[in-house]
């Protein structure tokens, strides 16, 4: 290792003992005369230091089995991060194998199809091509579905929004019993931070209306179109800078990390010390708490950190 790899991963090794040092601890055993099913069930798990795959299967587990949350007969919508024409070593996109292993866990579930998009920002077909997520889905079993087609979105109205009151939204994440948010955490040139609110810029057809009308509020407003009922965000890779489609592998460093949990907010927050942010550098955190998206603050969640 050279001096520059081994200054890159010692910064990293600080930041992620920072991170460590502020989760809430996992909630004490329950005593041996209490049956275990009375405990309070973690409502956010953060695996680290295994592959993508395997750390998602350790931590939906501790969520409860992918059966709490996909019953048999259920569609399911996996929206991923496929912006960007781009390998997955550059972290600009979701990690194939993280996508490929939920469409899996999804079916053997019993769901009736997984359907996965994303509105892109190059071209969508090199985008789910060289993202290798097209062949990570298709493979489990799932089906790619276009996100640059306009006959796929759908008139909506969000009353309850502060800005974007109404929007086209991708009618596959309305029809779906069951959305899974994955998204990966990287910098973003505007927002500051990519990760699960952010993620959902790519279920509206017109993203620059959202650049243009006070972006923070608008990422905010977007949850209410459709929450999602399940959030994986993905920090195995992370690009920490030139962010959001990165340059080279200089942009990225691989923290192998995967943090779970219904709630996009808290992950969101727990997100930004992993890029050496605060939670108030990015304002559309708070702004979705104050819309009832979601409770920021992780010390008020029971939450499960586990070793792959």
């Not at 569609?75 to 194998?97: F, Q």
């Not at 994440?173 to 927002?191: E, Q, R």
């Not at 959001?244 to 779970?260: A, F, N």
Request: glycine share 6%; aromatic share 4%.
């Amino acid at each position: 290792m050279d001096r520059r790899e081994f200054l890159k991963a010692s910064a990293m090794a600080a930041a992620f003992a920072a991170v460590a040092s502020k989760l809430p601890a996992q909630a004490p055993a329950a005593p041996k005369d209490e049956a275990p099913d009375n405990r309070e069930k973690p409502g956010v798990a953060v695996v680290r230091n295994g592959e993508p795959a395997a750390m998602f299967r350790k931590g939906i587990e501790a969520l409860g089995g992918m059966s709490a949350f996909v019953k048999p007969g259920q569609s399911v919508c996996v929206k991923p991060n496929i912006g960007w024409d781009r390998k997955p070593e550059l972290a600009a996109n979701t990690n194939p194998e993280l996508v490929g292993e939920i469409v899996k866990q999804c079916l053997a579930a019993g769901a009736s199809k997984v359907e996965v998009f994303d509105r892109t920002c190059h071209n969508w077909v090199d985008c789910y091509k060289n993202s290798g997520i097209k062949e990570a889905v298709e493979t489990a079993g799932g089906v790619m579905l276009p996100g640059q087609d306009g006959s796929w979105y759908v008139d909506r109205e969000a009353p309850e929004a502060v800005q974007m009151k109404n929007c086209k939204v991708h009618k596959t994440l309305l029809d779906a019993d069951v959305v899974i948010n994955v998204p990966i955490l990287k910098v973003h040139g505007a927002a500051r931070m990519t990760a699960c609110l952010k993620n959902w810029m790519g279920v509206v057809e017109d993203r620059r209306y959202m650049h243009l009308n006070n972006l923070p509020q608008c990422i905010a407003d977007s949850i209410l179109y459709r929450k999602p009922d399940l959030n994986v965000l993905d920090a195995y890779r992370v690009m920490v800078s030139n962010g959001p489609q990165g340059r080279s592998l200089d942009d990225v460093e691989t923290p192998r990390y995967l943090l779970i949990s219904k709630d996009p907010v808290v992950l969101d927050a727990m997100g930004t010390r992993l890029l050496r942010l605060t939670p108030e550098q990015v304002p559309h955190i708070a702004m979705a708490e104050k819309l009832g998206l979601g409770v920021a603050d992780p010390e008020k969640h029971n939450v499960a950190r586990l070793e792959a």
